[in-house]
């Protein structure tokens, strides 16, 4: 391999042209349109194809084992009936049904179990599971539960319906419409007659059903209230005859005339009082005045007295007055006045005789007041007892009978209510519509296989492209020096494409060229010498963050360019772990730079000249034993600068190994190689934070392992090194 853009004086100036991504134009990478998605969309179609492919297959598998669907459905109203009793006083108006609980009697199980039986649903594989064959997916299923369950699934009954009621539940729609009372009942299966008589099945079975249950109803509530008549029939009777005996007992007269009879003499009897009273007060008046008067004269002029005395009194006073006359014209001691006192006095003494008899009389009036009253108060008292007597009697009388009555009514109740439903047993159960019963369907539902097929590729295309819209979001490797320009201290060194295995033998001296590689690691060697000022820098440390990064390549590639250009080059495997470089040039040396910087070598020992002209210096074996010579690698570069040589140390990587980071701070320059869409940005900064130190102020940054095809999908600024002329001028095939 040859190279001739490079002069072999590796110290003469060149050219101010050099390859300086930093001066591209604004990034775009972040910017998403039209244009980014279709690239999105190419670079990533692998996968979309593979998810598409592993989302359809199953669901082609299934819709190909799809059936015609066939759908029938009725329409229908359930009314009350017309008349709920055959009563003249019935005013029922045929109210509508409870809508929602029509519906669960049509959903009810002894329905379905009707249904599937005259039917013979059980004996279709549709809705028997026995019947049917297993399925791969079901065979797939069946095997993965087994191997977290071993207890050996139960045979499903071929014969029973327990496993068939939930698939005709499944098929079978009953609801009712919002904001009315019509109710639709469906059935959708593969046998269009099936689904046209399952619908108008059911609406049957139902009414049967729904008289069925009311006439149990009935005949339960008859039988009920037949018992409840004969016992309340027995309570009445019971409560006749105990007011019929206790009016008995009692003897309570019940006779309106005899009860106002009975009124009217105690009425009688307590005037008759009152009178013997008014006569015993009277008579106690006059008793008193007389026993209190001295004089009779006197007494009797404030009293009623009988006649007698009256004119007695009268006399009496005509007398006295005459005298008085006669004291006015003659002496009393005249005869006629003497004769007219005398005739005073003895009517004096016959007043007070008639006054003291008839006080006597009044006396013995009293008495038999006292005696009459006494008579009447005993009367009265036993009438006013045997009224009260004769009233709680009536009360508790009053009581029973209305007990009796009330027992009586009860009895009423029941005879209209055994009339009533005995009416009822008459009537139907309820009055059903149909409004549009279900018929034979013409066609299958659903859009058909093919739609369905459409629509699962239409999904799993959708499902692939997401899944590549977010596997691209979540992507954080390095794929650009647009996506690290603003990490400081970095100068990017050119993108390295990807070498295919062919080209990439185990003896990398003698293979074919490849014009895009070979030109990249120019580039690279360029901005190396740029960076330097123009001149090749004496030492090249070539590390990365992690291994697998493709840092020995590049080394050893750079190693192969500047010797292909005449440019003395020492190449040292400094990976003291796990150097590989020995296993390409095949030096044959025991030691290497592990027993130098151990102690146990010389530099001349470890040193090989490779017929290519690379002299190298491989790892040796790793040892763990403290490195006497600290500033071993230091007298590397300085004999290598004595000699005239570019010294490049393919380094472990700097996230793995102190070594390197005590190696970036004695070369003169760093190149850090990033694997395209493997190394993580965070990666990146990271490692440029450990290499950090004031002799590497910048570090020279190169991304390797690049896909061509896939790099120029992105809509980075420098996926234009890649686009479709550029690789039609290298050959590429696109």
Request: aromatic share 6%; proline share 4%; hydrophobic share 45%.
């Amino acid at each position: 391999m040859t190279i001739s853009t490079v002069p072999p004086d590796r110290n003469l100036p060149i050219s101010s042209m050099r390859y300086d991504p930093r001066a591209q134009v604004e990034t775009k990478a972040d910017n998403l349109d039209l244009a980014s998605a279709f690239r999105l969309l190419r670079r990533r179609m692998v996968m979309i194809i593979a998810i598409t492919v592993l989302l359809v297959a199953p669901a082609a598998i299934t819709i190909s084992g799809m059936k015609p669907a066939y759908q029938a459905w009725a329409r229908l109203i359930i009314h009350q009936p017309l008349a709920k009793t055959l009563g003249e006083e019935d005013t029922s108006s045929g109210d509508m049904l409870d809508a929602k609980a029509e519906t669960e009697r049509l959903l009810s199980r002894s329905i379905a179990e009707r249904v599937v039986r005259e039917l013979r649903l059980n004996l279709r594989p549709e809705f028997n599971p026995a019947l049917r064959e297993p399925s791969f997916f079901e065979g797939i299923r069946t095997k993965l539960r087994g191997l977290f369950d071993p207890r050996k699934p139960a045979e499903p009954v071929r014969d029973g319906i327990d496993a068939v009621i939930p698939e005709f539940f499944r098929a079978l729609g009953v609801w009712h419409e919002d904001k009315s009372n019509v109710i639709q009942i469906s059935f959708t299966t593969n046998d269009p007659q099936l689904a046209a008589a399952v619908p108008n099945r059911v609406i049957s079975i139902y009414l049967d059903e729904r008289k069925g249950g009311v006439r149990s109803r009935l005949d339960s509530a008859e039988k009920w209230i037949l018992q409840r008549i004969s016992e309340q029939k027995a309570r009445a009777d019971i409560a006749r005859e105990a007011a019929r005996n206790y009016q008995e007992s009692m003897d309570v007269v019940s006779k309106e005339d005899a009860q106002d009879e009975r009124l009217k003499s105690l009425i009688e009897l307590t005037g008759r009082e009152g009178k013997i009273e008014e006569s015993r007060v009277e008579v106690k008046a006059v008793i008193s005045t007389l026993e209190a008067a001295d004089n009779a004269s006197v007494a009797v002029q404030n009293i009623t007295l009988p006649d007698d005395i009256t004119t007695k009194q009268r006399d009496l006073h005509a007398q006295e007055a005459d005298l008085a006359r006669l004291l006015e014209l003659y002496d009393g001691n005249a005869e006629a006045v003497v004769d007219l006192r005398g005739k005073i006095q003895k009517s004096r003494a016959d007043l007070n005789l008639a006054t003291k008899q008839y006080l006597q009389t009044m006396r013995a009036k009293l008495a038999a007041l006292d005696h009459e009253a006494a008579a009447v108060q005993s009367v009265l008292d036993v009438a006013h007892e045997k009224r009260a007597r004769d009233a709680l009697v009536q009360t508790e009388l009053t009581r029973l009978q209305r007990i009796a009555d009330k027992e009586q009514t009860a009895l009423e109740k029941f005879e209209d209510q055994r009339r009533d439903l005995a009416g009822k047993a008459k009537l139907p159960a309820a009055e059903l519509e149909v409004l549009s019963p279900a018929s034979v369907p013409l066609g299958s539902e659903g859009r058909g296989r093919l739609f369905y097929l459409v629509s699962a590729l239409l999904a799993a295309i959708s499902a692939a492209v997401t899944a590549a819209f977010v596997i691209e979001m979540w992507d954080r490797s390095v794929r650009s020096f647009d996506q690290i320009a603003g990490m400081a201290r970095t100068i990017p060194a050119g993108l390295i494409p990807r070498l295919a295995r062919k080209e990439n033998p185990k003896t990398i001296f003698g293979h074919v060229q490849v014009p895009m590689f070979d030109e990249a690691i120019r580039t690279v060697i360029l901005t190396l010498k740029q960076s330097n000022g123009g001149k090749f820098p004496n030492s090249i440390v070539v590390t990365s963050a992690h291994s697998g990064e493709g840092k020995s390549l590049v080394a050893r590639s750079l190693a192969i360019e500047l010797a292909a250009a005449a440019v003395p080059v020492l190449l040292v495997d400094g990976d003291l772990r796990r150097g590989e470089l020995e296993s390409y040039f095949k030096s044959g040396l025991q030691q290497g730079l592990n027993e130098f910087l151990n102690g146990h070598a010389d530099i001349r020992d470890i040193v090989d000249h490779h017929p290519s002209g690379i002299d190298f210096i491989p790892s040796g074996k790793f040892s763990l034993q403290r490195r006497v010579r600290s500033n071993g690698l230091a007298e590397i570069i300085e004999m290598a600068g004595a000699a005239g040589r570019i010294v490049i140390f393919d380094s472990a990587p700097v996230l793995a190994s102190t070594d390197t980071v005590l190696l970036t701070a004695l070369a003169e320059r760093t190149l850090a190689v990033v694997r395209w869409g493997k190394t993580s940005r965070r990666a990146v900064e990271f490692s440029l934070q450990q290499m950090k130190s004031p002799r590497n102020s910048e570090i020279i940054v190169a991304i390797n392992s690049v896909n061509p095809k896939q790099h120029a999908l992105y809509n980075f600024s420098d996926s234009e090194m890649f686009s479709r002329s550029l690789m039609k001028y290298y050959n590429f095939k696109v």
